[in-house]
């Protein structure tokens, strides 16, 4: 099933009234899977129970939170891994930057490379 897309307009960023205009292609989400449809879909393909899937998703959101908080990156194998990055404010010499200089944090995922393999197999179907 191809990933479709639509197309949207955009200015060029920082140039007031959004300077030259241009048409770009943009995914359409179709839909979501969640974690009671993910969890359906493990249990038919597997002898493990519904309930015993829930617990071990719920269990590994729990062990990959308390690790990030560690600081350590969390290798999830053929899936991929995540880790913390941070944005700080720039300060003049190394010695005046610490914690309060430090304005955000965000979870980065990497897929591995055998998720990152379906990207160049991909077919797309403009939506109008």
């Known amino acids: 099933m191809p990933i479709k897309f639509k197309v ?5 960023p920082g140039v007031p009234g959004g300077g030259e205009k241009k048409y770009y292609a943009s995914a359409n989400v179709n839909g979501e899977l969640t974690l009671a449809g993910f969890t ?4 038919k393909i597997s002898t493990v129970s519904g309930a015993d899937i829930r617990a071990v998703l719920y269990a590994m959101v729990d062990v990959m939170k308390d690790s990030l908080a560690e600081g350590k990156a969390v290798r999830l194998g053929d899936i991929g891994s995540l880790r913390i990055n941070i944005s700080s404010n720039g300060m003049p010499t190394a010695e005046e930057v610490n914690a309060s200089c430090i304005k955000s944090s ?3 995922f990497t897929p591995s490379k055998d998720l990152k393999s379906i990207l160049s197999t991909l077919e797309y179907k403009k939506i109008d």
């Open 8 to 12: 949207i307009e955009r200015g060029q």
């Open 40 to 43: 359906k879909a493990i249990e």
């Open 106 to 108: 965000k979870v980065i």
